[in-house]
């Protein structure tokens, strides 16, 4: 890369944040954020000037000595660069986006700032309506709307899918009415398998569109738990449909208490990146809890605070946040060992118990059913996780 060499960029886009500028790549959703000097290098190499040219341009504009060579090298590795000295710059296979034929002129409409107040109407009157009947209020029993416990599992299998495919549908509709590509996939959060929509460059679009699209997921759920509350009022008390619609409510309402954990990346927790303008909360806060636990663990050399670097507002927010992560992370992990893979193994056990204790055809069902959907949620989960992680490493 020397002074005569050029560069090709791929389409960039960028927008103003703070003191730096936010620039990425919407095909392969790589974002970063460079200061005002490197913004205006981009420019430059945009314009055709070669590496030497460009360099004496910022000098002159900017009086900094930059080192623009290192930079389109950085943009290399990013997957910036289309062609760089006359050679192709090989990039990873784009990823093609969730439902690609869904066009941004498509779901406009849900950008503008008079949509939430249909589903926050909807919950008012559930609220309304709650206040004047509590008599409706679901109760863990409501979950066991059926004598059947196979329709139990069914429907909750079915309703449950639907509004979690609605809740992530959401997020990826109003993404694409930015101009966000997005894509629904699986994911891990600690001991949890999730679905996730990945939409990021949604970091380039104004504030309000952003909170938009981090929280349509959860307006989605209140708005469904709303209206299954308000419909209960107009069926009969303890028919099948009032009894499935006092399930639904829960259905939609119980996912919404994972959400609430800021310390995994869950919806709020993009929010509350977003409005404390931190540019990685989860990131930065585990590094502090890293260093913080190399001075408990009275290292000889511990790594200096990698918050020292961030500006005063983000480093509170950082110092904070770390906390609420490691106790939250340690609650979760508790959890996990004291209940969850207890609960498991005695399931395992029954069930491979059950097979060779078999009277009946539905005996054997039952236990080849636990047996599969146990493996099945922890395989998915192990090679979930395994693929995320492989892929965090090419990045």
């Given at each position: 890369?020397?002074?005569?060499?050029?560069?090709?960029?791929?389409?960039?886009?960028?927008?103003?944040?703070?003191?730096?500028?936010?620039?990425?790549?919407?095909?392969?959703?790589?974002?970063?954020?460079?200061?005002?000097?490197?913004?205006?290098?981009?420019?430059?190499?945009?314009?055709?000037?070669?590496?030497?040219?460009?360099?004496?341009?910022?000098?002159?504009?900017?009086?900094?000595?930059?080192?623009?060579?290192?930079?389109?090298?950085?943009?290399?590795?990013?997957?910036?660069?289309?062609?760089?000295?006359?050679?192709?710059?090989?990039?990873?296979?784009?990823?093609?986006?969730?439902?690609?034929?869904?066009?941004?002129?498509?779901?406009?409409?849900?950008?503008?700032?008079?949509?939430?107040?249909?589903?926050?109407?909807?919950?008012?009157?559930?609220?309304?309506?709650?206040?004047?009947?509590?008599?409706?209020?679901?109760?863990?029993?409501?979950?066991?709307?059926?004598?059947?416990?196979?329709?139990?599992?069914?429907?909750?299998?079915?309703?449950?899918?639907?509004?979690?495919?609605?809740?992530?549908?959401?997020?990826?509709?109003?993404?694409?009415?930015?101009?966000?590509?997005?894509?629904?996939?699986?994911?891990?959060?600690?001991?949890?398998?999730?679905?996730?929509?990945?939409?990021?460059?949604?970091?380039?679009?104004?504030?309000?569109?952003?909170?938009?699209?981090?929280?349509?997921?959860?307006?989605?759920?209140?708005a469904v738990a709303a209206t299954a509350f308000l419909l209960l009022l107009v069926t009969a008390p303890g028919s099948a449909p009032h009894r499935l619609?006092?399930?639904?409510?829960?259905?939609?309402?119980?996912?919404?208490?994972?959400?609430?954990?800021?310390?995994?990346?869950?919806?709020?927790?993009?929010?509350?990146?977003?409005?404390?303008?931190?540019?990685?909360?989860?990131?930065?806060?585990?590094?502090?809890?890293?260093?913080?636990?190399?001075?408990?663990?009275?290292?000889?050399?511990?790594?200096?605070?990698?918050?020292?670097?961030?500006?005063?507002?983000?480093?509170?927010?950082?110092?904070?946040?770390?906390?609420?992560?490691?106790?939250?992370?340690?609650?979760?992990?508790?959890?996990?060992?004291?209940?969850?893979?207890?609960?498991?193994?005695?399931?395992?056990?029954?069930?491979?118990?059950?097979?060779?204790?078999?009277?009946?055809?539905?005996?054997?069902?039952?236990?080849?059913?636990?047996?599969?959907?146990?493996?099945?949620?922890?395989?998915?989960?192990?090679?979930?996780?395994?693929?995320?992680?492989?892929?965090?490493?090419?990045?």
């Open positions: 890369m020397g002074p005569a060499s050029r560069v090709r960029l791929h389409d960039l886009t960028w927008r103003p944040d703070g003191a730096e500028w936010i620039v990425g790549r919407r095909e392969t959703r790589t974002f970063v954020a460079v200061p005002e000097a490197g913004i205006r290098v981009i420019r430059l190499l945009e314009r055709g000037l070669s590496v030497g040219q460009a360099q004496e341009r910022a000098l002159a504009e900017t009086g900094e000595e930059l080192d623009v060579a290192e930079f389109v090298r950085d943009l290399i590795g990013l997957g910036f660069v289309a062609e760089a000295a006359g050679l192709a710059v090989a990039t990873e296979p784009v990823r093609p986006p969730t439902l690609p034929r869904l066009r941004p002129e498509h779901v406009r409409f849900l950008l503008s700032p008079l949509l939430p107040l249909l589903p926050a109407a909807l919950v008012a009157a559930a609220l309304v309506a709650l206040v004047r009947h509590p008599g409706l209020v679901p109760t863990y029993r409501s979950l066991l709307w059926s004598d059947r416990g196979s329709v139990v599992i069914l429907s909750g299998a079915v309703v449950g899918w639907s509004i979690l495919l609605l809740h992530e549908l959401a997020h990826l509709a109003v993404a694409r009415a930015a101009g966000v590509p997005g894509r629904i996939g699986f994911g891990t959060r600690l001991q949890f398998l999730v679905a996730q929509t990945d939409i990021s460059g949604i970091e380039l679009a104004p504030r309000r569109h952003r909170l938009t699209a981090y929280l349509a997921g959860i307006a989605v759920n209140l619609l006092a399930a639904t409510v829960l259905w939609a309402l119980l996912p919404l208490t994972f959400q609430l954990m800021v310390f995994m990346r869950t919806d709020v927790y993009f929010v509350l990146q977003d409005l404390t303008g931190c540019r990685d909360l989860y990131g930065d806060g585990r590094a502090h809890a890293r260093h913080l636990a190399g001075r408990l663990l009275r290292r000889r050399t511990p790594d200096a605070d990698p918050t020292r670097a961030l500006p005063p507002a983000e480093r509170r927010a950082v110092r904070v946040y770390s906390v609420i992560q490691v106790v939250g992370t340690t609650l979760c992990l508790a959890g996990l060992a004291l209940y969850t893979l207890p609960a498991d193994l005695r399931l395992i056990l029954t069930a491979i118990a059950g097979l060779r204790t078999a009277r009946t055809g539905l005996d054997l069902a039952d236990a080849l059913l636990t047996l599969g959907s146990l493996l099945a949620v922890h395989v998915l989960w192990f090679t979930t996780r395994r693929r995320n992680r492989r892929r965090r490493r090419r990045s």
